[in-house]
Nanobody
Framework: HVQLVELGGGLEQAGGPLRLSCAAF????????MSWFRHSPGKEREVVAA????????YYADSVKGRFTISRDNDKNTVYLQMNSLKPEDTAIYYC???????????????????WGQGTQVTVSS
C-alpha cells in the first residue's frame, strides 16, 4: 500500500516559520519529481513548489518565492517544505504529491501527479 504522509502543519503567527515533511511508504519515489500543492476555500488547488528527482532543480510559485524552500532526501524517501515569513494568505491545506512518471525535471500540473498525501492544515494568524 503506497502512502504519502505529511507532517508539520499547524497554527503559526504571521512572520513565523513552519516546516512540512512528506514521507513515502510502500515504494520509493527517488526517481520521480515531487511537489507541494495547497488548497484554500474558494480557490483552485495550486502548486506551491516542485522539485526534480535529485533535488537539483526547483520551481516556486511567485507568491512564495524567496520565502519557501523545497528539498528532498532520497535516502529517507522524504520531501520537505520550509516555510518562512508566513503570511495569512498562506493559510491552506498543504498536500505533497509524487509524479506519475520519472520525468527528469520538475512538474507543476495536478494532472501530472497520481499519488497524493492526505493533506496537512496550515493556519497563519495575523
Amino acid at each position: 500500500h503506497v502512502q504519502l504522509v505529511e507532517l508539520g502543519g499547524g497554527l503559526e503567527q504571521a512572520g513565523g516559520p513552519l516546516r512540512l515533511s512528506c514521507a513515502a511508504f510502500g515504494r520509493t519515489f527517488s526517481s520521480y519529481p515531487m511537489s507541494w500543492f495547497r488548497h484554500s476555500p474558494g480557490k483552485e488547488r495550486e502548486v506551491v513548489a516542485a522539485i526534480n528527482w535529485n533535488g537539483g532543480i526547483a520551481y516556486y510559485a511567485d507568491s512564495v518565492k524567496g520565502r519557501f524552500t523545497i528539498s528532498r532526501d532520497n535516502d529517507k524517501n522524504t520531501v520537505y517544505l520550509q516555510m518562512n515569513s508566513l503570511k495569512p494568505e498562506d493559510t491552506a491545506i498543504y498536500y505533497c504529491a509524487a509524479a506519475s512518471r520519472p520525468w527528469d525535471t520538475f512538474r507543476t500540473l495536478t494532472s501530472e501527479y497520481n499519488t497524493w498525501g492526505q493533506g496537512t492544515q496550515v493556519t497563519v494568524s495575523s
